[in-house]
């Protein structure tokens, strides 16, 4: 299977409201490797990477996110597969 890899930004009420723990669980329950954290603009960034339908899967989730937050905005952009770690963290 194909794998994929992109670099995330969402912007909203995406701080403040469990975003980064939701997003570590969801790339987990996906088997997705990457990372997840706050900008200091009150945005959310990651880099998401694994098998295309289950990167889309995720891209699309957090255009949701956990209950409390309000996405107004997801932006995307491809990223080498080869540069995302191993394991799904939580930076900053």
Not at 46 to 70: C, D, H, S
Request: hydrophobic fraction near 40%.
């Amino acid at each position: 299977m194909k794998e994929i890899a992109y670099s995330v930004r969402v912007t909203g009420r995406v701080q403040g409201v469990a975003y980064r723990a939701w997003a570590r669980a969801e790339g987990m329950r996906l088997g997705l490797r990457g990372w997840v954290g706050n900008r200091d603009d009150g945005s959310v960034e990651a880099l998401i990477a694994g098998p295309e339908p289950q990167v889309e899967a995720m891209i699309t989730a957090m255009g949701e996110g956990p209950g409390a937050a309000r996405v107004t905005d997801v932006w995307t952009e491809p990223a080498e597969p080869g540069e995302v770690p191993a394991g799904f963290t939580i930076r900053r």
